[in-house]
């Protein structure tokens, strides 16, 4: 039961241009959205995150779109540079006790070219 | 540096075996995770500590236990391991359970 997808396993771009990943949730109890990037050999480090209270949540060249009638969020990086070349992995929480319990995607995998 | 340690970085064993993968928090965080990250899933929930005790558990089998020591590190403990146990293993650290995790870079266990 795959309740958090990423329906698109990679992702390739020009520098400079935008990067989109998608993610699509099934459980209408996860108010919390998380993206996650993570370089080979690395743990998977935070990178922005939305409340289910908001519908947009920007950090620098980061930002995160939440629709939740159509329980979809997106990613846009703007402009996309070589080193954000990674798998981004959209996760979801459920509140409550449950923090930390998140739900992950299988990733994306953004390749970047100069 | 997330400053989550985890050893070791890699492990090979057999079928039938038992290991134990250890996890250090980062200075000051009270919770640890531990997540399991095969070829076709993404990272899977199993397990959280909090201040030693247990908080929150996901599909973790039978076979697998955890704990978290007084000093705060955790060690996941794997028995009658399987093929289908060889993932990536990853804990992951917060102050108290409702900030964002940090996360180790993983133990790569191969059961052969």
């Known amino acids: 039961d795959q309740q958090v997808k990423q329906n698109s396993p990679s992702l390739s771009v020009q520098e400079g241009r935008i990067s989109i990943l998608n993610c699509d949730y099934t459980?209408?109890?996860?108010?919390?959205f998380l993206w996650y990037k993570k370089y080979p050999a690395e743990g998977p480090t935070f990178l922005i995150s939305?409340?289910?209270?908001?519908d947009k949540n920007e950090d620098g060249r980061f930002t995160v779109f939440l629709n939740k009638s159509a329980k979809h969020l997106s990613l846009h990086i703007v402009p996309s540079q070589p080193g954000d070349s990674a798998v981004y992995f959209c996760a979801a929480n459920a509140g409550g006790t449950s923090y930390g319990k998140l739900t992950f995607g299988q990733g994306t995998i953004l390749t970047v070219h100069p | 540096d997330s400053g989550v340690t985890q050893t070791p970085k890699h492990l090979i064993t057999a079928t039938g075996q038992r290991v134990t993968l250890r996890c250090s928090p980062r200075?000051?965080?009270?919770?640890v995770y531990w997540y399991q990250q095969s070829l076709d899933q993404g990272l899977q929930f199993l397990i959280q500590?909090?201040?030693?005790?247990?908080?929150a558990k996901g599909n973790i089998l039978e076979r697998f236990s955890a704990q978290q020591f007084p000093d705060l590190h955790s060690e996941l403990n794997l028995s009658s391991l399987e093929l289908g146990d060889s993932a990536l293993y990853f804990c992951a650290s917060s102050l108290d359970g409702y900030e964002k995790l940090f996360f180790g870079s993983g133990t790569q266990l191969s059961v052969l």
């Open positions: 939305i409340s289910s209270i908001k």
């Open positions: 500590y909090y201040n030693g005790e247990e908080r």
């Open positions: 200075s000051g965080d009270l919770s």
């Open positions: 459980n209408s109890m996860f108010d919390y």
